[in-house]
């Protein structure tokens, strides 16, 4: 046998050794929270759950799936670009158009105002001056 089969041979035999022992971060006795006795629950999708949930009288007070609220997000939010859809790190300051490579900012240049009006709505983005 040459000298990299029987490297193979010990690691593998490492490795059987390791899953025999069991792995440090498993638990032995979890039991997963779909199964009661020996069968298995389905699980309920989001509609079904707000579904029941709409069946049922709660008091204003209570938490339901329906009236959990995430947190606002300390990201900032995240620009795409008008004309293509990517993620622009960019924006004209004259159109205030967002943009994601200067090919697309010369194309942005090109467009007449009623355009840039419109993608400005499209993202709700306008301005109105009286």
Not at 24 to 35: D, G, L, R, W
Not at 53 to 62: F, S
Request: hydrophobic letters at 30%.
């Amino acid at each position: 046998m040459s000298k990299r089969h029987l490297e193979e041979e010990d690691t593998k035999e490492q490795e059987g050794s390791s899953r025999s022992q069991g792995l440090p971060f498993k638990n032995p006795s979890f039991q997963h929270s779909n199964v009661s006795g020996s069968r298995k629950k389905p699980w309920k999708t989001l509609k079904q759950l707000l579904a029941a949930e709409a069946a049922l009288d709660w008091p204003e007070e209570a938490v339901t799936f329906s009236s959990l609220e995430g947190p606002p997000s300390f990201r900032p939010a995240k620009k795409y670009s008008d004309l293509s859809g990517f993620e622009a790190n960019y924006t004209d300051p004259h159109t205030r158009l967002h943009y994601a490579c200067p090919e697309e900012f010369a194309e942005v240049r090109k467009l007449p105002s009623d355009i840039v009006q419109g993608y400005l709505a499209l993202r709700k983005a306008t301005t109105h001056l009286q």
